[in-house]
């Protein structure tokens, strides 16, 4: 490639992610999930210009494999510790033993309805047991659902990726036979539990040493770390373990330091990549489809399509969820909202670069199912949501509290934005009553600033920035928390003597 080539393919590239860019806002405007745009337009692209061809399965799969780590990175950053540790079981449940029965469930039809050999039909299923974490956390966020629900459906689309791989991976290999069938769960375990392993190790050394950089620019923060959590990534294979799961723990552990430097410039960074790994990712994918083959891949689609709505994804929520008491709302919700994008996509890759008998079929039939299902899927969730009444719209949210640490002193700028939810709009900001050795030292208010006295009272949308020291910014912090979901009287007692 010549400096000209060069030329024309960054035009290129650059055209198809402003469109893409554009379709986000047409897609909110129809009600349409601005995912299957982007794979769309990889179609249309593929057939308006053969010149751009692409039919590498494998490079596909390492390429794919590459944007889920950032996906996941993004998405464990902005989970909740405090939403999440109360259905780590259930989600790890959901995603292991859940997916079994998914699989199970979807591939018997497809062998004797739709005429599959049972490799293939097990392919099938499995490729489409996995929840796709980019739907989930694009969609999801959209909502407002219970916290530990959204924990939940997160949890899941972060969890089911490695089983599903490691079955994928097995079947594909042709050395494998029915009498090593047994290792297959112990592969899984291992690979569970490694991820597990590094992503926890890689997450406190990260909480560790975070902190405790005052670097030159703020810029460097996000850098360094999307850089750890891609090396997590890296570190688990090297260990023959689960990365994608290693990735999201350990960005959920780094998300969830209260004291993480320049948090929301970490948050905005990881999103806009997250946004590119999603674009590239679905276009790719459309590129590598071939339309005219999958017509023959409709019917072995409608069969699994509708086992899978019908049958497995609610039968398999509620036997996987049931035995933790869940509300029967929750359970309902979480067998509809089995989002389904990419990932699926991806796994159906791996058969494609082996080469395998089936293989066409399996990503046909994938690609098929994930553009009706997330046409269908995606604009019946909020409707879902209000009929089941799991939608919370209308409750005080979490504050988000972003921290930087000030260097050669030990004090801490701590900022904090007053969305409409919290309980702060309408106070004064003598009412939030922080501890002695932290003060409210200016007010942004739409690009103005200001200095606050004590009967400055907070709007939406106000931007409160807050010097502390560093012995006592964990309970200004807290107290700010506490405030926006309880008002000025929350932990009033407790909080008496710091007036």
Same mark, same amino acid.
């Given at each position: 490639m010549n400096l000209h080539d060069l030329g024309i393919a960054l035009l290129i590239g650059s055209v198809v992610v402003l469109v893409a860019i554009v379709a986000v806002r047409w897609a909110d405007k129809l009600g349409l999930p601005?995912?299957?745009?982007?794979?769309?337009?990889?179609?249309?692209?593929?057939? @308006?210009?053969?010149?751009?061809?692409?039919?590498?399965?494998?490079?596909?799969?390492?390429?794919?494999?590459?944007?889920l780590t950032i996906i996941l990175a993004e998405g464990g950053l902005t989970t909740r510790m405090s939403d999440l540790r109360p259905v780590l079981w259930p989600a790890a449940v959901l995603a292991t033993i859940g997916v079994t029965l998914s699989i199970a469930i979807v591939a018997v039809p497809l062998v004797y309805l739709a005429g599959l050999d049972w490799r293939t039909a097990i392919l099938v299923g499995a490729v489409l047991a996995a929840t796709d974490a980019a739907a989930v956390f694009s969609v999801?966020?959209?909502?407002?659902?219970?916290?530990?629900?959204?924990?939940?459906?997160? @949890?899941? @689309?972060?969890?089911?990726?490695?089983?599903?791989?490691?079955?994928?991976?097995?079947?594909?290999?042709?050395?494998f036979s029915a009498d090593q069938a047994w290792q297959v769960p112990l592969i899984v375990i291992g690979e569970l539990v490694g991820g597990v392993a590094v992503g926890v190790a890689v997450g406190f050394a990260a909480r560790w040493a975070l902190p405790r950089l005052a670097l030159?620019?703020?810029?460097?923060?996000?850098?360094a770390v999307m850089a750890i959590l891609v090396g997590a990534y890296g570190l688990a294979t090297l260990v023959h373990s689960s990365g994608f799961l290693a990735t999201y723990i350990a960005g959920v552990l780094i998300g969830a330091a209260r004291d993480m430097?320049?948090?929301?410039? &970490?948050?905005?960074?990881?999103?806009?990549? @997250?946004?590119?790994?999603?674009?590239?990712?679905?276009?790719?994918?459309g590129l590598l489809a071939d339309p005219g083959r999958a017509v023959s891949s409709i019917w072995p689609a409608v069969v699994a399509g509708v086992t899978l709505v019908v049958l497995a994804r609610p039968i398999s929520s509620y036997l996987s969820l049931a035995p933790f008491r869940m509300p029967l709302k929750w359970i309902a919700?979480?067998?509809?909202?089995?989002?389904?994008?990419? &990932?699926?996509? &991806?796994?159906?890759?791996?058969?494609?670069?082996?080469?395998?008998?089936?293989?066409?079929?399996?990503?046909?039939?994938?690609?098929?199912?994930?553009?009706?299902?997330?046409?269908?899927?995606?604009?019946?969730?909020?409707?879902?949501?209000?009929?089941?009444?799991?939608?919370?719209?209308g409750q005080s949210g979490e504050l988000d509290v972003e921290a930087a640490p000030l260097d050669s002193i030990q004090a801490s700028l701590l900022a904090v934005e007053v969305n409409e939810e919290s309980r702060m709009v309408g106070m004064y900001t003598s009412d939030l009553r922080l501890p002695r050795g932290a003060a409210v030292?200016? &007010?942004?208010?739409?690009?103005?600033?200001?200095?606050?006295?004590?009967?400055?009272?907070?709007?939406?949308?106000?931007?409160?920035?807050?010097?502390?020291?560093?012995?006592?910014?964990s309970a200004t912090e807290k107290r700010l928390r506490d405030v926006a979901k309880g008002g000025r009287l929350a932990g009033w007692r407790r909080d008496a003597p710091n007036e």
């Open positions: 601005g995912l299957l745009l982007y794979l769309i337009l990889g179609l249309g692209l593929g057939e @308006a210009f053969p010149s751009l061809n692409f039919s590498d399965a494998s490079l596909a799969t390492v390429l794919g494999y590459t944007a999801l966020r959209r909502l407002r659902l219970h916290p530990r629900l959204r924990s939940l459906l997160e @949890a899941e @689309a972060g969890f089911n990726d490695a089983p599903v791989v490691v079955l994928v991976v097995v079947l594909t290999q042709g050395t030159p620019a703020v810029g460097l923060y996000p850098i430097p320049h948090r929301r410039a &970490v948050s905005g960074f990881a999103q806009g990549l @997250a946004w590119g790994a999603e674009i590239g990712l679905f276009v790719m994918l919700f979480t067998g509809v909202a089995g989002l389904r994008g990419a &990932v699926p996509i &991806v796994f159906a890759t791996i058969a494609l670069g082996a080469g395998i008998a089936g293989a066409d079929t399996v990503f046909d039939t994938t690609l098929i199912l994930v553009i009706v299902l997330t046409l269908v899927q995606t604009p019946l969730l909020p409707w879902a949501g209000r009929k089941l009444d799991v939608d919370v719209s030292s200016l &007010v942004v208010r739409e690009d103005r600033t200001s200095v606050p006295d004590r009967y400055t009272r907070l709007r939406p949308g106000d931007r409160l920035l807050i010097v502390c020291g560093e012995s006592v910014r």
